[in-house]
Structures are given as C-alpha cells and as structure tokens.
C-alpha cells in the first residue's frame, strides 16, 4: 500500500489523493470533506488492511446484492457467462474506485474511529457500482450506491441493506 500525497481538494475544506492497494490491485480515488490529511490517511489504511471478518462480511454481502441485481436485469445484460455471484467470486468481481473519509461531527478526527464508504465497480457491468459503508470495526451497510454515512445508525435495519441479508 501506498499514498500519493494528499492535498487540499478544489472543493472547500476538503482533501483527496490517490491510494495505491495492494490488497486490490488498484489505484483508489481518497476523498474527505471537513477534514484533515491525517484522518483521510487512517481511513484509507484501515480499508487496505480490514480485518478478514468484516471483509468475510462485507462479500457475503456484496454476493447477496449482486445477485439480487443479476437476477432482476438478467434479461438487459450481458455478464459474461457469469452465471452466480458468490462469497467466494465477490471480491473478484468488484473493484474500489474511491473512498470517502466521513468524520463525526462532535468529534475530533483524533477521537473518531476510521469511517468511510467505498464505491465499488461492478466488473461485469462497469455502470453499476456498489457501496460499503465502515465505522470502525463495524460494517453499516451494503448494496446499491447511495453515499450513506457511516454515522447514520438507522440505516443498519433498513430492508434494502444487504447486512440483512447475508
């Protein structure tokens, strides 16, 4: 893993640079709006180096998702041959493209743990993207792209959150 340098963004208070993942084989777009290099940095770290339990969740997950939206577009697309998308297959199928760095609003960047989403392309349809969304050591959601924060507690019970479903 390696960080370009981080710079301030042409947005107000906001930071970006680019991520060098080895984990995925892939540069990964960073973002973080009202916040500093340092917690855009220990954001993108914490995603290249997630712990095999949330990553074992987070494809279960994707799998669900994917499958669900093959299904439902199995007449529109052509996926390749893909014939099922599964646990095993997910993370082979998906491709980070960027990360946004969301801080806590009454915390300090210090105090708060590492929380993101990551926008992820779908290989076989690179229009559709997934999303999943971290705080700390806990996934929060996944499924269709939506820019959900991490923050947000309510989004854990909702129907269309694949952690649900996996």
């Known amino acids: 893993m390696s960080l370009t340098e981080i710079t301030e963004s042409g947005f107000y208070n ?3 640079g680019i991520l060098h993942s080895d984990r995925f ?15 855009l940095t220990r954001c993108a770290e914490y995603f290249e180096q997630l712990p095999d339990g949330i990553l074992h969740t987070l494809a279960a ?8 939206f093959l299904e439902e577009h199995e007449d529109e697309l052509d996926v390749g041959g893909l014939t099922e ?8 199928l998906l491709v980070p493209v960027q990360l946004t760095a969301v801080p ?12 993101f989403g990551v926008k992820l392309m779908f290989r076989p349809v690179p229009d559709e993207f997934v999303e999943w969304t971290v705080c700390g050591d806990d996934p929060v ?7 959900v924060s991490p923050w947000n507690e309510k989004i854990k019970s909702k129907k269309w959150n694949y952690l649900n479903k996996a």
Request: charged share 30%; net charge negative; with cysteine.
């Open 14 to 16: 906001a930071v970006e």
């Open 25 to 39: 084989g892939c540069d990964i777009s960073l973002f973080g709006k009202k916040t500093g290099e340092g917690y």
């Open 61 to 68: 997950a994707s799998a669900a998702y994917l499958s669900d």
């Open 85 to 92: 998308v599964t646990e095993e297959n997910a993370l082979s």
């Open 104 to 115: 806590h609003e009454l915390l300090t960047d210090e105090d708060a743990p590492p929380a």
């Open 141 to 147: 959601y996944v499924g269709e792209y939506r820019e």
